[in-house]
């Protein structure tokens, strides 16, 4: 599987260079920019799959390059975090409708921001077609179904959804901010409760079966996804 490429745009090197310390470390294929014009030059010549943009550069803002991106239809689709001391809401709201897929305010922890990295890359990244089986569980992308010991269960698109993320991400426990980002996405503005209204409804889809025990509560943590047991 090719590693994921990520650019930084940072005006200033030692934040920039522990974010790359990070994230090469994490995996990931890192490049870096200190200015609008180099990472423009960086995106044309080796394109990333996320760019990890400042507010404030020298030459230009972070949002003004993200905006020229999501303008152009080459780069419409290049995810975008943009990372900034602005912890307004105005900035927040100025951000996420200026194209950026995510708004990260400094400080922040490396935990953190590659959270938000993995959670916008989930989002932006097209689902494959390849059958997911977790136990007794066949999920079928390609024509949205899902059986358990080879018979079909009639679910909701919420709960595909939801159950599609738990089976790609097994046996790791999530918030349920984190399956807010990846299920509703981030710029979906709703409870955290609804997380669970839409997790007991798959669970009763999936008690039908005897498999509801698949999805566990972490009490103070969050869901786990586990088929090693039903």
């Known amino acids: 599987m090719a590693q994921v490429k990520v650019l930084i745009v940072e005006d200033e090197a030692p934040v920039r ?7 090469g470390r994490a995996g990931f294929v890192v490049d870096e920019a200190a200015d609008c014009a180099t990472a ?16 404030m550069l020298p030459d230009a803002t972070g949002l003004e390059l993200t905006r020229s991106l999501k303008r152009d239809p ?6 975008i975090i943009m990372l900034t001391a602005r912890a307004e809401e105005q900035s927040k709201v100025l951000g996420l409708e200026g194209g950026a ?9 490396a935990r953190e921001l590659l959270a938000r990295i993995n959670a916008v890359l989930r989002r932006t990244t097209p689902d494959t077609d390849e059958p997911v089986v977790a136990g007794r569980i066949e999920l ?9 010991d080879g018979e079909e269960l009639p679910i909701g698109s919420t709960e595909y959804r939801l159950l599609k993320f738990f089976m790609q991400n097994s046996e790791r426990v999530y918030s349920r901010e984190q399956i807010l980002d990846a299920v509703w996405g981030r710029n979906v503005y709703i409870e955290d409760r609804t997380v669970d209204v839409h997790v007991q409804r798959l669970r009763k889809t999936l008690s039908s079966h005897g498999v509801d025990s698949y999805i566990q509560t972490v009490r103070g943590a969050g869901y786990r996804f586990s088929a090693g047991k039903s």
């Open 40 to 55: 423009r030059a960086r995106i044309a010549d080796n394109r990333p799959d996320l760019v990890l943009v400042d507010w």
């Open 17 to 23: 260079q522990m974010i790359a310390f990070n994230l």
């Open 74 to 79: 080459g780069y419409k689709d290049l995810a």
């Open 140 to 148: 079928r992308p390609e024509e949205h179904r899902v059986s358990v």
């Open 101 to 109: 897929d995510d708004y990260v305010t400094k400080p922040f922890s």
